[in-house]
T-cell receptor, first 113, second 121 residues
Framework: DQQVKQNSPSLSVQEGRISILNCDYT??????FLWYKKYPAEGPTFLIS?????DKNEDGRFTVFLNKSAKHLSLHIVPSQPGDSAVYFC????????????FGTGTRLQVTL | GAVVSQHPSRVICKSGTSVKIECRSL??????MFWYRQFPKQSLMLMAT?????????EQGVEKDKFLINHASLTLSTLTVTSAHPEDSSFYIC?????????????????FGPGTRLTVL
């Protein structure tokens, strides 16, 4: 049972444009969400997170939006840069469960020149 | 951000031998660390939660006698793959949990190590 889903396995965006990566979840107990960026043969790098008490969090070029009623979150990258090309994972956790993360399947983002 | 190191980055061993992987949080103390496994082109699968000073909690389907976890200090957790077999070949990643307060919200973030590529011949 895939509780966190990233339905787009890949995304191609032109440099300078906006990249929008989507993530859906089914477990209504999730109340903390994170986005990670991962290069092949490396560990994930934390990008940004959001608590369920918020619907938006911004950090530089990265903004995460949370729609609790739709059980949907998205990561916006503006402007996209070639160095952003990587696999992006969303992850979710439930408070009080020792922060166990449930990861999505990942979306490969390619930023083209 | 917080830094987590992992050693070794790559290991090749013969079938039947044991391999130890170390995970260290370099600039913060982590009462909780996690061990993941990633198969090619798949997501990260949580294997176990490592708690400092107590026994690890294993996910369903993970053999605790096969994957020994020790969290002896607030900055070090080790994963030992015992009697390794070719099917244990995988990319193993650890993470360390750092909690805090930021912007009025409680944060609870896992920072990941660079991973260890295990190949069992």
């Amino acid at each position: 049972d895939q509780q966190v889903k990233q339905n787009s396995p890949s995304l191609s965006v032109q440099e300078g444009r906006i990249s929008i990566l989507n993530c859906d979840y089914t477990n209504s107990m999730f109340d903390y969400f994170l986005w990670y960026k991962k290069y092949p043969a490396e560990g994930p790098t934390f990008l940004i997170s959001i608590s369920s008490i918020k619907d938006k969090n911004e950090d530089g070029r990265f903004t995460v939006f949370l729609n609790k009623s739709a059980k949907h979150l998205s990561l916006h990258i503006v402007p996209s840069q070639p160095g952003d090309s990587a696999v992006y994972f969303c992850a979710a956790s439930v408070s009080g469960t020792a922060s166990k993360l449930t990861f999505g399947t990942g979306t490969r983002l390619q930023v083209t020149l | 951000g917080a830094v987590v190191s992992q050693h070794p980055s790559r290991v090749i061993c013969k079938s039947g031998t044991s391999v130890k992987i170390e995970c260290r949080s370099l600039d913060f103390q982590a009462t909780t660390m996690f061990w993941y496994r990633q198969f090619p082109k798949q997501s990260l699968m949580l294997m176990a939660t490592s708690n400092e000073g107590s026994k690890a909690t294993y996910e369903q389907g993970v053999e605790k006698d096969k994957f020994l976890i020790n969290h002896a200090s607030l900055t070090l957790s080790t994963l030992t793959v015992t009697s390794a077999h070719p099917e244990d070949s995988s990319f193993y990643i650890c993470s360390a949990r750092q909690g805090g307060l930021a912007g009025g919200s409680i944060t609870d973030t896992q920072y990941f190590g660079p991973g260890t590529r295990l190949t069992v011949l």
